[in-house]
């Protein structure tokens, strides 16, 4: 099997702002409001009762929120669907599981002829008898194979393209799509945008991380290309971005209750006057962007374990908590409120 191998790519150098108003108005072409929405909205929650008043549209539109593609005029009709929302993203997730795959490692760099049955065989033993260590991290320490090699057979066992990312460096533009936190867990880089913007390539040295590729897709409007790269491009690449990435989000580690979620996204969306808002996982974390007319602002939950005690709880309008767990010096004031 032929390995797939990109030749040459030449990331945008564009500044963050530019590049992300590109990927608002991509995302907002293909989802555009009918031309009865724009001039009268009517609010989404079917108990609204501001839906059978007549007040200025300009109003409405301005007082309002967009989340998931459904506008609501006030906090009372956003905070149950954005509780409900929330309880659903926190309860799809899985802690992430070792892959088997059909060809193993090892075997599929034998029928390659890159190492033979017996080194294989030392391999496996060297590794039953450690305890640790991925396979290819061994055959690579003992000199068996070269990374190049490690790399194209993994590219052939996941299914996915091979990027050279030694012989073509990352803009540092590209971390500033997304909170930097997310690549760095993922042990990703996003290597490659397509000239017309609509496509985003990823690369990944460990696992493709199938979560962050839909999580880009649903907050940029475009389309991911998940590839591989060698352990040491991506590290190195991730080492290098990291003190260049922004780092202008919010994290919060310590938030357990999905209420408690609920009602710090509430504060936000509220203090930030957000028009719009976009709720999505990456893996371990809840990722939330605040669309405002003239900037964003993002803001992340680690899922945590004790995040699934609570989810049996109906999904209510969300209840004011203390938030003295994080700390936060950004200017904002504690929860105050909901959308």
Not at 105 to 120: E, K, M, T
Not at 281 to 306: C, E, K, M, V, Y
Request: charged residues 20%.
């Amino acid at each position: 099997m032929n390995r797939k191998m990109f030749l040459a790519f030449s990331p945008l150098d564009q500044p963050p702002g530019s590049l992300r108003k590109e990927f608002a108005q991509t995302e907002e072409m293909q989802n555009p409001l009918s031309w009865r929405e724009r001039l009268v909205p009517r609010c989404s929650a079917t108990d609204c009762m501001r839906s059978r008043k007549l007040f200025p549209s300009w109003r409405r539109r301005s007082s309002g929120v967009l989340l998931d593609g459904r506008w609501y005029c006030g906090s009372s009709c956003a905070s149950g669907v954005l509780s409900f929302r929330v309880q659903n993203l926190i309860s799809g997730f899985v802690p992430p599981q070792p892959r088997t795959h059909r060809l193993p490692i090892g075997l599929l760099l034998v029928n390659r002829g890159i190492i033979s049955h017996a080194q294989l065989q030392e391999v496996l033993r060297l590794q039953r008898e450690s305890r640790c260590g991925r396979l290819g991290n061994w055959l690579l320490q003992l000199g068996y194979v070269s990374d190049i090699q490690l790399v194209a057979a993994l590219g052939q066992q996941w299914g996915c393209p091979v990027f050279p990312l030694t012989s073509q460096p990352v803009s540092s533009v590209l971390p500033s799509l997304a909170p930097f936190a997310l690549f760095e867990n993922a042990r990703a880089v996003p290597v490659h945008v397509s000239a017309d913007g609509r496509f985003l390539h990823v690369a990944f040295c460990e696992r493709i991380d199938h979560t962050l590729l839909y999580a880009l897709e649903q907050m940029l409007g475009v389309r991911t290309v998940g590839c591989v790269a060698t352990e040491a491009s991506v590290l190195s690449a991730l080492e290098a971005l990291s003190p260049l990435a922004p780092r202008e989000e919010v994290s919060f580690d310590t938030l357990r209750d999905p209420r408690e979620i609920t009602s710090t996204i509430s504060s936000y969306a509220a203090e930030l006057r957000a028009r719009k808002l976009i709720l999505v996982r990456a893996a371990s974390f809840l990722w939330t962007r605040f669309f405002s007319p003239f900037s964003s602002r993002d803001l992340l939950f680690r899922i945590l374990p004790g995040c699934f005690s609570n989810l049996e709880q109906s999904p209510g309008s969300p209840n004011v908590t203390s938030l003295s767990a994080d700390s936060r010096n950004d200017g904002f004031s504690a929860a105050s409120g909901v959308v």
